[in-house]
């Protein structure tokens, strides 16, 4: 069996775009519904979960979440499943955690340059400054404790 990656779509027009790279990257990913139970998620054994963007805003009467369990599974072993939040999904995770999430100005579209000021991680050999692509209309203000 292989090392999975489980990307929950929330309506993004980038998921498929994002696994892709997964796969390129030599990772399986698999795509699922943001509404996939827990339960099934869990029984793929992933790696880790991606949470995809959206259209929505967190304060949408009809946006859609996840289970506040989501943010607590463990793995197999015991250690917590690692889940990376883009767009809409790290604005959900960090709004179900207590962080602050805000309308912007005006919503953003198209190309921006990334500023990296950590890059011992996730972003590792990723140069500061690279062109990468955005469409949002709200932004975290605040990280969740």
């Given at each position: 069996?292989?090392?999975?990656?489980?990307?929950?779509?929330?309506?993004?027009?980038?998921?498929?775009?994002?696994?892709?790279?997964?796969?390129?990257?030599?990772?399986?990913?698999?795509?699922?519904p943001?509404?996939?139970?827990?339960?099934?998620?869990?029984?793929?054994?992933?790696?880790?979960?991606?949470?995809?963007?959206?259209?929505?805003?967190?304060?949408?009467?009809?946006?859609?979440?996840?289970?506040?369990?989501?943010?607590?599974?463990?793995?197999?072993?015991?250690?917590?499943?690692?889940?990376?939040?883009?767009?809409?999904?790290?604005?959900?995770?960090?709004?179900?955690?207590?962080g602050?999430?805000?309308?912007?100005?005006?919503?953003?579209?198209?190309?921006?340059?990334?500023?990296?000021?950590?890059?011992?991680?996730?972003?590792?050999g990723?140069?500061?400054?690279?062109?990468?692509?955005?469409?949002?209309?709200?932004?975290?203000?605040?990280?969740?404790?």
């Amino acid at each position: 069996m292989h090392e999975r990656i489980i990307i929950l779509d929330f309506g993004s027009q980038y998921t498929q775009l994002i696994a892709r790279r997964i796969r390129e990257s030599g990772v399986y990913s698999e795509i699922y519904p943001c509404t996939e139970s827990l339960d099934a998620i869990l029984a793929m054994k992933p790696k880790g979960i991606i949470l995809s963007g959206s259209p929505y805003s967190v304060y949408d009467t009809d946006a859609p979440l996840f289970a506040d369990e989501l943010l607590h599974a463990s793995r197999e072993d015991g250690s917590q499943l690692p889940i990376l939040g883009i767009c809409y999904g790290l604005q959900a995770m960090a709004y179900k955690l207590g962080g602050k999430v805000v309308n912007a100005q005006a919503k953003e579209y198209g190309r921006a340059e990334i500023i990296i000021d950590d890059p011992s991680d996730l972003l590792n050999g990723i140069p500061s400054g690279s062109t990468v692509w955005m469409s949002h209309g709200d932004h975290l203000a605040s990280l969740p404790d």
